[in-house]
């Protein structure tokens, strides 16, 4: 059935049935008071899962366009930038940096593996004239499955004085991340990742210091002037024509979210993300990502057995049982899939993909139990849940 697919991918993610027919809802003035409405609430929710009293921008663009504006609101041309990065969305912000004129220094970590802090930190402090005016950080590295230690990171950094800007795209939601208890000045999310929304809408938090950062910033900016949304929240509108329906998705799906409760909406992440390990592991395949410490809760990579390949596997999955996996990004492409596990995804779902993964790996002759990883899943969300 060429419609029905499962997507397990770290995003878009699926949506509920209740937030796609809200996107129905007849367009409204995006300068009257229904919008107003509509404006505040999900404002004010979105505050709830940032975990910040800070002001929290709604942007109509994609994840990248949050990264864009907290690079183009807080810094000028020739700014020394640190950029840590483990992964393609690691580059990517590097990439934006320098694009409007940022001297940007990268630090680059293995693949699968999560910043060095103490290697960080010695970079800080061998800064002594505070050169580095910001550092720019994952909090869940997409293309690889990892949790950066951002409170770590975030004491390094408060230790020298530079802003620390944080793309949160993926994680933020999924993961918990407390943007005022660790002093966060920019954090960048989008809508469809963990919260179960459509592509189109991209939120990012301003600290004070961020704020007044922006007021002396020389990059280029129009559309992604904070100084504007700022101006224009205050009124309970948006500075250009907002996505309405768009709007009307997230008051819903974020009172899915909460109506769910943060905790268990995280530890639902967490018992998924840990029974899809136990299934890779009983497969007998490989997780790019060992170390459990550091294991992301959305998104797991896995490298595909050497003489089947992760094209092989992703192919038969979609085209004979309707799963989508995800495909590895730039340096892993020719070795690693991903399974997501991010947003409108339950015990249900994963142990679908997990019973079609056993089935593709034995039709393409790799030797396995095709059972053994539903089994291996099954067990880990059984533990979890009686825990509870």
């Given at each position: 059935?060429?419609?029905?697919?499962?997507?397990?991918?770290?995003?878009?993610?699926?949506?509920?049935?209740?937030?796609?027919?809200?996107?129905?809802?007849?367009?409204?003035?995006?300068?009257?008071?229904?919008?107003?409405?509509?404006?505040?609430?999900?404002?004010?929710?979105?505050?709830?899962?940032?975990?910040?009293?800070?002001?929290?921008?709604?942007?109509?663009?994609?994840?990248?366009?949050?990264?864009?504006?907290?690079?183009?609101?807080?810094?000028?041309?020739?700014?020394?930038?640190?950029?840590?990065?483990?992964?393609?969305?690691?580059?990517?912000?590097?990439?934006?940096?320098?694009?409007?004129?940022?001297?940007?220094?990268?630090?680059?970590?293995?693949?699968?593996?999560?910043?060095?802090?103490?290697?960080?930190?010695?970079?800080?402090?061998?800064?002594?004239?505070?050169?580095i005016k910001a550092v720019l950080v994952q909090f869940n590295e997409t293309s690889t499955g990892v949790v950066n230690p951002i409170p770590a990171i975030a004491a390094a950094v408060h230790a020298h004085g530079a802003l620390i800007l944080v793309?949160?795209?993926?994680?933020?939601?999924?993961?918990?991340?407390?943007?005022?208890?660790?002093?966060?000045?920019?954090?960048?999310?989008?809508?469809?990742?963990?919260?179960?929304?459509?592509?189109?809408?991209?939120?990012?938090?301003?600290?004070?210091?961020?704020?007044?950062?922006?007021?002396?910033?020389?990059?280029?900016?129009?559309?992604?002037?904070?100084?504007?949304?700022?101006?224009?929240?205050?009124?309970?509108?948006?500075?250009?024509?907002?996505?309405?329906?768009?709007?009307?998705?997230?008051?819903?799906?974020?009172?899915?979210?909460?109506?769910?409760?943060?905790?268990?909406?995280?530890?639902?992440?967490?018992?998924?993300?840990?029974?899809?390990?136990?299934?890779?592991?009983?497969?007998?395949?490989?997780?790019?990502?060992?170390?459990?410490?550091?294991?992301?809760?959305?998104?797991?990579?896995?490298?595909?057995?050497?003489?089947?390949?992760?094209?092989?596997?992703?192919?038969?999955?979609?085209?004979?049982?309707?799963?989508?996996?995800?495909?590895?990004?730039?340096?892993?492409?020719?070795?690693?899939?991903?399974?997501?596990?991010?947003?409108?995804?339950?015990?249900?779902?994963?142990?679908?993909?997990?019973?079609?993964?056993?089935?593709?790996?034995?039709?393409?002759?790799?030797?396995?139990?095709?059972?053994?990883?539903?089994?291996?899943?099954?067990?880990?969300?059984?533990?979890?849940?009686?825990?509870?």
């Amino acid at each position: 059935m060429e419609e029905k697919q499962l997507l397990m991918i770290p995003g878009p993610t699926p949506c509920p049935a209740s937030v796609l027919l809200a996107h129905a809802t007849p367009m409204i003035n995006h300068r009257g008071p229904k919008f107003v409405s509509v404006l505040t609430e999900v404002t004010a929710n979105l505050k709830t899962v940032f975990r910040t009293q800070n002001d929290v921008f709604i942007l109509t663009s994609s994840g990248t366009g949050a990264m864009e504006t907290s690079i183009v609101n807080t810094l000028s041309p020739g700014d020394k930038v640190l950029a840590l990065s483990i992964g393609n969305f690691g580059n990517r912000y590097a990439k934006i940096a320098r694009t409007f004129g940022a001297d940007v220094e990268k630090m680059d970590f293995p693949l699968g593996t999560a910043v060095d802090v103490a290697a960080v930190r010695a970079k800080l402090e061998a800064d002594t004239g505070k050169a580095i005016k910001a550092v720019l950080v994952q909090f869940n590295e997409t293309s690889t499955g990892v949790v950066n230690p951002i409170p770590a990171i975030a004491a390094a950094v408060h230790a020298h004085g530079a802003l620390i800007l944080v793309d949160a795209v993926s994680g933020l939601g999924a993961i918990d991340l407390d943007t005022d208890g660790l002093g966060l000045d920019v954090v960048c999310a989008g809508s469809q990742k963990a919260f179960m929304c459509p592509p189109g809408l991209a939120f990012v938090s301003f600290s004070a210091r961020a704020l007044a950062a922006a007021e002396t910033a020389k990059m280029p900016r129009f559309y992604f002037d904070a100084r504007e949304a700022k101006k224009y929240l205050a009124s309970g509108q948006t500075p250009w024509t907002p996505a309405i329906p768009q709007f009307f998705g997230m008051q819903q799906g974020l009172r899915l979210m909460l109506q769910e409760g943060m905790d268990k909406f995280q530890a639902r992440h967490l018992r998924l993300r840990n029974a899809t390990r136990a299934a890779v592991k009983a497969l007998g395949l490989e997780l790019l990502v060992p170390d459990d410490g550091i294991a992301s809760p959305v998104i797991t990579a896995i490298r595909a057995p050497e003489a089947i390949g992760p094209d092989a596997i992703r192919k038969l999955a979609l085209n004979k049982y309707g799963v989508v996996f995800a495909v590895g990004q730039d340096a892993l492409k020719p070795t690693v899939f991903r399974i997501g596990h991010l947003g409108y995804v339950d015990d249900t779902d994963v142990l679908a993909a997990l019973g079609v993964l056993g089935s593709v790996l034995t039709e393409l002759g790799f030797p396995c139990d095709p059972a053994a990883g539903v089994v291996a899943a099954q067990q880990s969300i059984s533990q979890a849940l009686a825990r509870v």
